[in-house]
Protein backbone atom coordinates (compact mmCIF):
# COMPACT_ATOMS: atom_id res chain seq x y z
CA UNK A 1 0.00 0.00 0.00
CA UNK A 2 1.99 2.89 0.99
CA UNK A 3 4.67 3.89 2.87
CA UNK A 4 3.54 6.38 5.23
CA UNK A 5 6.39 8.44 7.41
CA UNK A 6 8.87 7.18 5.15
CA UNK A 7 12.04 7.51 5.33
CA UNK A 8 14.81 10.06 4.34
CA UNK A 9 16.70 9.71 1.23
CA UNK A 10 20.07 10.92 2.27
CA UNK A 11 21.77 13.19 0.27
CA UNK A 12 24.93 11.95 -2.04
CA UNK A 13 27.31 13.68 0.08
CA UNK A 14 30.97 13.96 -1.45
CA UNK A 15 33.21 11.86 0.70
CA UNK A 16 35.31 13.25 3.41
CA UNK A 17 32.54 16.45 3.11
CA UNK A 18 31.39 15.78 6.81
CA UNK A 19 32.27 18.62 9.48
CA UNK A 20 31.72 17.30 13.07
CA UNK A 21 29.87 19.27 15.49
CA UNK A 22 29.51 17.86 18.65
CA UNK A 23 26.97 19.67 21.29
CA UNK A 24 25.61 18.72 24.50
CA UNK A 25 22.15 19.58 24.28
CA UNK A 26 20.93 21.75 26.44
CA UNK A 27 18.47 24.61 27.46
CA UNK A 28 17.52 26.84 24.93
CA UNK A 29 14.45 28.62 25.98
CA UNK A 30 15.51 31.99 24.47
CA UNK A 31 16.06 30.15 20.98
CA UNK A 32 13.15 29.34 19.11
CA UNK A 33 13.39 26.80 15.92
CA UNK A 34 15.68 27.80 13.78
CA UNK A 35 13.54 28.75 10.18
CA UNK A 36 13.90 26.00 7.91
CA UNK A 37 14.72 26.11 4.21
CA UNK A 38 11.60 24.83 2.28
CA UNK A 39 11.75 22.66 -0.20
CA UNK A 40 10.37 19.02 -1.43
CA UNK A 41 12.60 17.37 -4.26
CA UNK A 42 13.16 13.79 -5.54
CA UNK A 43 15.50 11.05 -4.68
CA UNK A 44 16.50 11.18 -8.13
CA UNK A 45 18.62 14.65 -7.34
CA UNK A 46 19.99 12.69 -4.15
CA UNK A 47 17.53 14.68 -1.53
CA UNK A 48 15.10 13.67 1.20
CA UNK A 49 12.34 12.99 -0.53
CA UNK A 50 9.92 14.25 2.31
CA UNK A 51 11.30 17.71 2.00
CA UNK A 52 12.66 19.57 4.10
CA UNK A 53 10.30 22.84 6.15
CA UNK A 54 8.52 23.01 9.08
CA UNK A 55 5.47 20.98 8.17
CA UNK A 56 7.99 17.93 7.51
CA UNK A 57 9.25 18.46 10.97
CA UNK A 58 5.77 18.57 12.23
CA UNK A 59 4.93 15.59 10.27
CA UNK A 60 8.32 13.94 11.81
CA UNK A 61 6.75 15.16 15.11
CA UNK A 62 3.17 13.06 14.55
CA UNK A 63 5.25 10.29 13.31
CA UNK A 64 7.63 10.59 16.18
CA UNK A 65 4.36 10.49 19.16
CA UNK A 66 2.74 7.72 16.82
CA UNK A 67 5.43 5.22 16.84
CA UNK A 68 7.40 6.09 20.19
CA UNK A 69 6.12 3.18 22.64
CA UNK A 70 6.55 0.57 19.55
CA UNK A 71 9.95 2.06 19.24
CA UNK A 72 11.06 1.43 22.45
CA UNK A 73 10.07 -1.93 22.91
CA UNK A 74 11.41 -3.04 19.77
CA UNK A 75 14.91 -1.37 20.78
CA UNK A 76 14.40 -3.03 24.53
CA UNK A 77 13.83 -6.63 22.73
CA UNK A 78 16.91 -5.99 20.77
CA UNK A 79 18.86 -5.95 24.23
CA UNK A 80 18.96 -2.17 24.56
CA UNK A 81 19.03 -1.65 28.48
CA UNK A 82 20.75 0.65 31.18
CA UNK A 83 24.50 1.87 31.12
CA UNK A 84 24.93 1.28 27.74
CA UNK A 85 26.66 4.06 25.13
CA UNK A 86 24.35 4.05 22.46
CA UNK A 87 24.54 5.89 19.02
CA UNK A 88 21.91 6.42 16.81
CA UNK A 89 22.16 7.25 13.24
CA UNK A 90 19.58 9.90 11.01
CA UNK A 91 18.51 11.10 14.31
CA UNK A 92 16.53 13.46 12.84
CA UNK A 93 13.91 15.26 15.34
CA UNK A 94 15.74 12.94 17.74
CA UNK A 95 12.41 10.63 18.50
CA UNK A 96 14.63 7.76 18.76
CA UNK A 97 17.20 9.12 20.78
CA UNK A 98 14.65 10.29 23.61
CA UNK A 99 13.42 6.54 23.24
CA UNK A 100 17.01 5.33 23.58
CA UNK A 101 18.09 8.08 26.38
CA UNK A 102 15.36 6.53 28.62
CA UNK A 103 16.28 3.02 28.25
CA UNK A 104 20.10 3.06 28.62
CA UNK A 105 18.83 5.62 32.07
CA UNK A 106 21.03 8.29 33.58
CA UNK A 107 23.95 5.47 33.88
CA UNK A 108 23.94 5.54 29.73
CA UNK A 109 24.50 8.17 27.19
CA UNK A 110 23.41 8.69 23.41
CA UNK A 111 24.83 10.04 20.43
CA UNK A 112 22.64 11.46 18.02
CA UNK A 113 23.92 11.68 14.65
CA UNK A 114 22.39 13.31 11.53
CA UNK A 115 23.71 15.19 8.73
CA UNK A 116 21.37 17.93 8.80
CA UNK A 117 22.05 20.90 11.47
CA UNK A 118 18.26 22.04 11.33
CA UNK A 119 17.25 18.73 12.75
CA UNK A 120 19.99 18.64 15.05
CA UNK A 121 18.36 21.92 16.31
CA UNK A 122 15.30 20.73 16.85
CA UNK A 123 16.45 17.89 18.40
CA UNK A 124 18.39 19.51 20.89
CA UNK A 125 14.87 21.82 21.72
CA UNK A 126 13.11 18.92 22.46
CA UNK A 127 16.04 17.41 24.59
CA UNK A 128 16.73 20.19 26.61
CA UNK A 129 12.31 20.50 26.75
CA UNK A 130 12.22 16.88 28.25
CA UNK A 131 15.30 17.76 30.43
CA UNK A 132 17.34 14.89 28.69
CA UNK A 133 20.92 15.20 29.94
CA UNK A 134 22.91 12.49 28.47
CA UNK A 135 22.75 12.63 24.93
CA UNK A 136 25.03 14.65 22.68
CA UNK A 137 24.22 15.53 19.17
CA UNK A 138 26.95 15.12 16.54
CA UNK A 139 26.67 16.37 12.74
CA UNK A 140 28.26 13.79 10.48
CA UNK A 141 27.41 11.89 7.20
CA UNK A 142 26.56 8.05 7.55
CA UNK A 143 28.78 6.09 7.66
CA UNK A 144 31.21 8.30 8.13
CA UNK A 145 30.92 8.96 11.93
CA UNK A 146 34.41 9.97 14.14
CA UNK A 147 33.95 8.68 17.46
CA UNK A 148 36.28 8.65 20.37
CA UNK A 149 35.64 5.00 21.40
CA UNK A 150 33.27 2.10 20.79
CA UNK A 151 29.80 2.12 21.04
CA UNK A 152 27.68 -0.86 22.89
CA UNK A 153 24.96 -0.43 20.76
CA UNK A 154 24.21 1.10 16.87
CA UNK A 155 20.61 2.08 16.29
CA UNK A 156 19.04 3.49 13.24
CA UNK A 157 15.44 3.69 12.65
CA UNK A 158 13.98 4.87 8.76
CA UNK A 159 17.39 5.37 7.80
CA UNK A 160 19.02 2.30 6.60
CA UNK A 161 17.35 1.64 3.87
CA UNK A 162 17.97 5.36 2.39
CA UNK A 163 21.92 4.92 2.47
CA UNK A 164 22.99 4.78 -1.13
CA UNK A 165 24.66 1.47 -0.41
CA UNK A 166 23.07 0.64 3.26
CA UNK A 167 25.45 -2.82 2.95
CA UNK A 168 28.45 -1.47 2.44
CA UNK A 169 27.51 0.65 5.46
CA UNK A 170 26.56 -1.76 8.00
CA UNK A 171 29.61 -3.46 7.26
CA UNK A 172 31.95 -0.28 8.02
CA UNK A 173 30.05 0.87 11.17
CA UNK A 174 30.25 -2.29 12.61
CA UNK A 175 33.90 -1.31 13.26
CA UNK A 176 32.74 1.57 15.68
CA UNK A 177 30.73 -1.49 18.15
CA UNK A 178 32.08 -3.33 20.61
CA UNK A 179 32.51 -7.12 19.94
CA UNK A 180 29.29 -8.47 20.83
CA UNK A 181 27.99 -5.00 20.81
CA UNK A 182 23.84 -4.70 19.02
CA UNK A 183 23.32 -3.50 15.61
CA UNK A 184 19.57 -2.65 15.09
CA UNK A 185 17.76 -0.72 12.18
CA UNK A 186 14.33 -0.08 12.11
CA UNK A 187 11.77 0.58 8.87
CA UNK A 188 8.60 0.51 7.70
CA UNK A 189 6.43 -1.79 5.84
CA UNK A 190 4.19 0.62 4.48
CA UNK A 191 2.56 -2.04 2.20
CA UNK A 192 1.29 -3.39 5.10
CA UNK A 193 -1.03 -0.26 6.09
CA UNK A 194 -4.86 -1.46 6.28
CA UNK A 195 -8.00 -1.04 7.91
CA UNK A 196 -11.02 -3.40 9.19
CA UNK A 197 -12.99 -4.72 8.77
CA UNK A 198 -13.06 -3.41 5.39
CA UNK A 199 -10.90 -1.13 3.43
CA UNK A 200 -12.46 2.91 4.08
CA UNK A 201 -12.34 4.29 0.12
CA UNK A 202 -10.71 7.50 1.31
CA UNK A 203 -7.80 6.12 3.71
CA UNK A 204 -7.42 3.17 0.82
CA UNK A 205 -6.46 6.49 -1.84
CA UNK A 206 -4.42 8.77 0.46
CA UNK A 207 -2.65 5.41 1.12
CA UNK A 208 -2.39 4.45 -2.62
CA UNK A 209 -1.31 8.46 -3.25
CA UNK A 210 1.33 8.21 -0.67
CA UNK A 211 2.81 4.85 -2.19
CA UNK A 212 3.23 5.88 -5.54
CA UNK A 213 4.68 9.15 -4.48
CA UNK A 214 7.41 7.14 -2.52
CA UNK A 215 7.86 4.51 -5.79
CA UNK A 216 7.99 7.72 -7.73
CA UNK A 217 11.13 8.89 -5.43
CA UNK A 218 12.09 5.89 -5.86
CA UNK A 219 11.66 4.75 -1.87
CA UNK A 220 10.65 1.20 -1.26
CA UNK A 221 7.29 0.37 0.53
CA UNK A 222 8.35 -2.70 1.96
CA UNK A 223 11.89 -1.00 3.44
CA UNK A 224 11.09 -2.98 6.83
CA UNK A 225 11.56 -6.06 4.71
CA UNK A 226 14.50 -5.59 3.08
CA UNK A 227 16.29 -4.93 6.60
CA UNK A 228 16.89 -8.86 7.19
CA UNK A 229 18.94 -9.11 3.53
CA UNK A 230 20.96 -6.26 4.09
CA UNK A 231 22.36 -6.91 7.83
CA UNK A 232 22.27 -11.07 6.45
CA UNK A 233 24.25 -9.32 2.98
CA UNK A 234 26.39 -7.10 5.82
CA UNK A 235 28.03 -10.12 6.86
CA UNK A 236 26.17 -10.01 10.40
CA UNK A 237 25.32 -13.51 12.43
CA UNK A 238 21.84 -13.93 12.01
CA UNK A 239 19.44 -11.26 12.92
CA UNK A 240 16.42 -11.20 15.03
CA UNK A 241 13.43 -9.75 13.79
CA UNK A 242 10.33 -7.87 15.31
CA UNK A 243 7.52 -5.75 13.82
CA UNK A 244 4.72 -3.60 15.41
CA UNK A 245 2.07 -1.44 14.42
CA UNK A 246 -0.12 1.43 15.74
CA UNK A 247 -3.32 0.97 15.06
CA UNK A 248 -6.81 2.70 16.27
CA UNK A 249 -10.44 2.48 15.74
CA UNK A 250 -10.47 6.46 17.29
CA UNK A 251 -10.77 8.87 14.50
CA UNK A 252 -8.93 11.78 16.48
CA UNK A 253 -5.98 9.14 17.03
CA UNK A 254 -2.79 9.93 15.72
CA UNK A 255 -2.88 7.15 12.86
CA UNK A 256 -5.29 9.36 10.56
CA UNK A 257 -2.99 12.34 11.31
CA UNK A 258 0.21 10.58 10.43
CA UNK A 259 -1.47 9.46 6.88
CA UNK A 260 -2.85 13.04 6.30
CA UNK A 261 0.49 14.82 6.99
CA UNK A 262 2.32 12.39 5.03
CA UNK A 263 -0.01 12.89 1.84
CA UNK A 264 0.66 16.94 2.12
CA UNK A 265 4.11 16.44 2.81
CA UNK A 266 4.73 14.66 -0.53
CA UNK A 267 1.58 16.65 -2.08
CA UNK A 268 4.48 18.52 -4.74
CA UNK A 269 5.84 15.27 -5.52
CA UNK A 270 2.68 13.75 -6.15
CA UNK A 271 1.33 16.46 -8.12
CA UNK A 272 4.90 16.11 -10.47
CA UNK A 273 4.83 12.69 -10.64
CA UNK A 274 1.10 13.32 -12.34
CA UNK A 275 -0.41 11.26 -9.32
CA UNK A 276 -3.15 13.49 -8.44
CA UNK A 277 -3.74 16.83 -8.73
CA UNK A 278 -4.51 19.30 -5.56
CA UNK A 279 -7.71 19.39 -5.90
CA UNK A 280 -8.41 15.62 -6.20
CA UNK A 281 -6.34 15.39 -2.56
CA UNK A 282 -8.16 18.88 -1.27
CA UNK A 283 -5.83 18.61 1.47
CA UNK A 284 -6.98 21.76 3.56
CA UNK A 285 -10.26 19.16 4.10
CA UNK A 286 -8.72 15.84 3.97
CA UNK A 287 -8.09 14.83 7.85
CA UNK A 288 -11.96 15.97 8.42
CA UNK A 289 -13.04 13.70 5.47
CA UNK A 290 -10.71 10.84 6.80
CA UNK A 291 -12.22 10.97 10.07
CA UNK A 292 -15.71 11.04 9.26
CA UNK A 293 -15.49 8.05 6.93
CA UNK A 294 -13.95 6.05 10.12
CA UNK A 295 -16.05 7.10 12.00
CA UNK A 296 -19.17 6.79 9.81
CA UNK A 297 -18.02 2.86 8.98
CA UNK A 298 -16.89 2.61 12.39
CA UNK A 299 -13.72 1.23 11.45
CA UNK A 300 -10.04 0.61 12.49
CA UNK A 301 -7.02 1.62 11.01
CA UNK A 302 -3.43 0.19 11.05
CA UNK A 303 -0.21 2.57 10.48
CA UNK A 304 2.99 1.13 8.84
CA UNK A 305 4.18 -1.88 10.51
CA UNK A 306 7.63 -0.87 11.90
CA UNK A 307 9.93 -3.56 11.31
CA UNK A 308 12.94 -4.11 14.02
CA UNK A 309 16.18 -6.09 12.75
CA UNK A 310 19.21 -6.24 14.86
CA UNK A 311 22.79 -9.12 15.41
CA UNK A 312 25.26 -9.05 17.41
CA UNK A 313 28.61 -7.20 15.97
C1 LIG B 1 13.06 9.84 8.05
S1 LIG B 1 14.24 10.68 8.95
C2 LIG B 1 14.29 9.63 10.37
C3 LIG B 1 14.66 10.38 11.59
C4 LIG B 1 14.64 9.55 12.86
N1 LIG B 1 15.55 8.42 12.80
C5 LIG B 1 13.25 9.09 13.18
O1 LIG B 1 12.97 7.90 13.06
O2 LIG B 1 12.42 9.94 13.53
C6 LIG B 1 15.82 10.30 8.17
C7 LIG B 1 16.96 11.13 8.76
O3 LIG B 1 18.19 10.65 8.26
C8 LIG B 1 19.02 11.77 7.97
N2 LIG B 1 20.01 11.31 7.00
C9 LIG B 1 19.78 10.87 5.75
N3 LIG B 1 20.93 10.45 5.20
C10 LIG B 1 21.90 10.65 6.10
C11 LIG B 1 23.31 10.41 6.12
N4 LIG B 1 23.94 9.85 5.09
N5 LIG B 1 24.01 10.73 7.23
C12 LIG B 1 23.38 11.27 8.30
N6 LIG B 1 22.06 11.50 8.35
C13 LIG B 1 21.33 11.20 7.27
C14 LIG B 1 18.07 12.82 7.47
O4 LIG B 1 18.63 14.11 7.62
C15 LIG B 1 16.88 12.59 8.38
O5 LIG B 1 16.98 13.34 9.56
Redesign the pocket.
Known amino acids: MHEV ?7 R ?1 AAGA ?1 RLRRTKFRTTSSRGLRPQRDHTVSSESGT ?1 I ?1 G ?1 NSRETHR ?1 GV ?2 KL ?1 ATH ?1 RHLLAQAGIEPGMRVL ?10 LEVARLVGPTGSVIG ?4 AD ?1 LAVAEQRMAAEVVHNVVSQ ?6 IPLDGPVDAIV ?4 LI ?3 DPVA ?1 VREMRTLVRPGGIMAF ?1 DLNTYRAHSVPAAIPLVTQSLAWVSAALRAGGCSVAAGDELFTILRAAGLPMPALAASSPASGDPDSLVLEHITESVITLLPLIERAGIATRANVDPDTLLARLRAEVQDAGAAVYSPELVSAWARA
Open positions: GSPGIPGLFYMRLQGYTDIGCGGGDVAVDSDLQATVPRGRLIHLPAQ
